[in-house]
């Protein structure tokens, strides 16, 4: 197939609408990159789906999306033992 059948990607009205609903969720939260080792982030919080991945799924219900383990936001919890 060649490349001049492929169109170039361009966003759409979706992404943009998305992008700035994942913008507003992740100020709302304070969603940072956490320096602090251990100290509150994802990895130990307990909506980090995976916790010992690099990147996993958070579900809290107020954001329910991709973090890093070394992330931090507002909403931590710590995991139950």
Known sequence: MSNELIAPLEP???D?????KLRILSSDA???NSQRLGDE???GCRYFLENTADI?????PKLRILV???WSCAWWEPTEV
Request: glycine content about 4%; some cysteine.
């Open 12 to 14: 759409q009205e979706i």
């Open 16 to 20: 943009e609408d998305l992008a700035m």
């Open 30 to 32: 304070s969603l940072r």
């Open 41 to 43: 982030q994802c990895a």
């Open 56 to 60: 996993s799924y958070c579900w809290h």
């Open 68 to 70: 890093g383990s070394d």
